[in-house]
């Protein structure tokens, strides 16, 4: 089974570098790897087009960020599932195997999977086995922290886009006007989003017990610093509960909301809540974009994955 793997890049040479060699090194040979570089300086455009032949690259000029970048990628896909591979990542050689097999073997309303992740500095530590939805109305790796351990396949409610994998089909159902993943995000829960959406819609995650990639973790991000940081989480969390929550819920996570527009305005200034407007009414009308292809109450999601690791 062909498997399209979307890689994006920004100014991150050398761990790209280790990326497609990890790649390059897959058991399982029939791969698309398509690469999207969003403007890069650092000389990592070059080293694609010097080194690795067989990659697809999409070299753009502006930084249109991880969401955006994912979705030119998946334009151009051509699997039955596609992947997201973190540009910092690296996959062992039989992780792409592993993935497939999976995929193969999935029930029809299957449509996320999440490979096990370990810190690639800390290779004995979990970085993730994807996402669970907290009770404040956020998203968290699970198990991150934790020692290494045999992984068993088991129902998640979400993969993280470091090292996931989607069935096209699901995407094309759950498509918003903005994208696959909402480019309005930029950076920074466009993955949690996409799966809270696909459960919505009566579509299931799956981790993968023996798909194994260890993560550099923030590896193209830490050099912008807190407050662009605390600036994406936040405003993406509020974009995520206003789309997907029930009034409910939104209703039971408010003061957590309230304590993070708090901190946003102290650690990223008064420019960051003049964003806030315009990211509310967007996401007000996703809402019902959202609405319109879901199958699931929102509420009987929340009762099911709320808390649930």
Known sequence: ????????????????????DSLRAQTHRDLEIILVDNGSTDGSV???????????????VDNLGFAEGCNRGIARAT??????????????????????????????????????????????TINSLGLFLTRT???????????????????????????????????????LPTGWLDRDYFMYSE????????????????????AVVHHKFHGSTVRR?????????????????????????LVETAPWTLYELAELAWVSGPSALAKLPRAVAESLRQRRNVASRATEERRTIERRWVGRR
């Open 46 to 60: 070059e080293l694609v087009r010097e080194r690795y032949a067989e990659v697809l690259l999409l070299a753009e």
């Open 137 to 175: 109305g956020g998203a968290i790796d699970r198990c991150e922290h934790e020692a290494k351990r045999a992984v068993a396949d088991e129902e998640i409610f979400c993969p993280t886009g470091g090292a996931a994998a989607y069935r096209r089909t699901m995407l094309d159902e759950v498509r």
């Open 1 to 20: 089974m062909l498997l399209s793997v979307v890689l994006v890049n920004w100014n991150s040479r050398d761990d790209l570098a280790a990326c497609l």
């Open 79 to 124: 699997g039955e599932w596609v992947a997201l591979l973190n540009n910092d990542a690296v996959a062992d050689p039989g992780w792409a195997a592993a993935m497939v097999e999976a995929a193969q073997t999935a029930p029809a309303r299957c449509g996320m999977l999440q490979s096990v992740m370990f810190f690639l500095d800390r290779p004995d």
């Open 191 to 210: 993955d949690f989003d996409l799966g809270w959406r696909a459960q919505l819609a009566g579509w299931s995650g799956l981790l993968v017990g023996r």
């Open 225 to 249: 610093g807190r407050p662009w940081f605390v600036e994406m989480t936040r405003i993406n969390r509020l974009r995520t509960l206003l789309k997907n929550a029930s009034p409910r819920f």
